[in-house]
Nanobody, 123 residues
Framework: VQLQASGGGLVQPGGSLRLSCAAS????????MAWFRQAPGKEREFLAS????????YYADNIQGRFTISRDNAKNMVYLQMNSLKPEDTAVYYC?????????????????WGQGTQLTVSS
């Protein structure tokens, strides 16, 4: 599976943005999907995951209530809606696909990774 993330850019604090990630082939009953991010000098950080049918989601505490993950299996897409953005949200954002149907927060559960899209939150 190849993943292509898009939608990053420069946003002012308090703004919103939606990231998209397209998978090269159908993802469905075997594949949880997730978003991670990595800021300069920091480890890759879990943000949100969604199970195979979209019925179960997990969020990191520091983005809970501001970010929403969703998926569209018909389009092989996963999205991350981000609201109330802060400068500390600045990072490269990665989408990932798991070989498990419900993979949760563990980075090691995700086998396929996109190339990342840069988000900068600054005035």
């Amino acid at each position: 599976v190849q993943l292509q993330a898009s939608g990053g850019g420069l946003v002012q604090p308090g703004g919103s943005l939606r990231l998209s990630c397209a998978a090269s082939r159908r993802t469905g009953s075997n594949n949880a999907m997730a978003w991670f991010r990595q800021a300069p000098g920091k480890e890759r950080e879990f943000l949100a995951s969604v199970n195979w049918n979209g019925g179960t989601t997990y969020y990191a505490d520091n983005i809970q209530g501001r970010f929403t993950i969703s998926r569209d299996n018909a389009k092989n897409m996963v999205y991350l809606q981000m609201n109330s953005l802060k400068p500390e949200d600045t990072a490269v954002y990665y989408c990932a696909v798991s070989i498990f149907s419900n993979a949760g927060r563990d980075l090691t559960n995700y086998r396929y990774w996109g190339q990342g899209t840069q988000l900068t939150v600054s005035s």
